[in-house]
């Protein structure tokens, strides 16, 4: 089977730094692979390559097996890649429905008929048919997230990208993210998911595979079990106290 994204030799350079270096992944249809490093290692910076917010240097990215590099992030969205922001944007002025709408509206859609009954599954699907009409402004962390995310799956996605969806969290807020992703797995068999997360449980409980950046190369990838038990991934990014807390 193909992969359903593949980058190859994916390189971007500002001036005079490298924040990409001939990264190669695969994520294959279906699957749900993490992305995983210490902060400035690149994992946005793919993100961002990979949605058409930033043009590579060299390299390139391939969805279906088509080149979409220099494709623009509306264009991007529409063959069927959405995605969250680390910083959270929701279009804070407007609804939570409101929000939901812009993804259903233009995102990939094979039938524009019965988008208000999209909407409305998507608000019951998060637990936010109560919200709909508040303004995302006015919503705490965890549920503008949560409204990123039905923005996102309006699009009607063949690949999630989600950056970091557990940043601010409580641990009861986490498992209850988790919770959701799994629902939506099982529910949406036939998406693909691509997760940025530093929550190494997350990671583990989710993830079939994970990628490891550090300084804009893949450093190692596996499993989660070999991935997290690798001794340079331990080096440069868990340290010794994740690998004692492990045994």
């Known amino acids: 089977m193909d992969p359903l994204l593949e980058t190859r030799e994916l390189t971007k350079q500002f001036g005079g730094v490298l924040a990409v270096k001939n990264v190669a992944i695969k994520v294959e ?22 949605t058409g917010l930033e043009r590579p240097t060299s390299g390139d990215v391939l969805f279906e097996g088509k080149s979409i590099r ?67 402004k006015n919503l705490p962390i965890e549920q503008r997230k949560l409204v990123e995310v039905g923005r996102a799956l309006g699009g009607n996605p063949k690949l999630l990208l989600l950056d970091e969806p557990m940043a601010g969290l409580n641990p009861k807020e986490m498992s209850d993210f988790v919770e959701l992703m799994n629902t939506l797995r099982q529910t949406n068999k036939d998406m693909t998911i691509l997760i940025v997360e530093h929550v190494m449980k997350v990671i583990s409980s989710v993830c079939s595979r994970v990628i490891v950046l550090h ?17 340079k991934v331990i080096e440069v990014y868990l340290g010794e106290s994740y690998s004692k807390s492990e045994n």
Do not use: M, W
């Open 29 to 50: 249809p279906n699957e749900i692979l993490g992305l995983i490093g210490p902060n400035g290692a690149g994992k946005t910076t793919v993100f961002n390559l990979i």
């Open 70 to 136: 220099g494709l623009k992030p509306h264009s991007i969205c529409k063959l069927g890649i959405s995605r969250t922001y680390q910083s959270v944007r929701p279009f804070l002025n407007h609804t939570v429905r409101e929000n939901i709408a812009v993804g259903v509206s233009y995102g990939r859609s094979i039938d524009h008929n019965n988008e208000e009954e999209k909407i409305d599954k998507i608000l019951d699907f998060l637990n936010l048919t109560s919200k709909q009409s508040l303004l995302a």
């Open 215 to 231: 300084s804009g190369e893949v450093l190692s990838s596996g499993t989660p079990q070999e991935v997290l038990s690798d001794k």
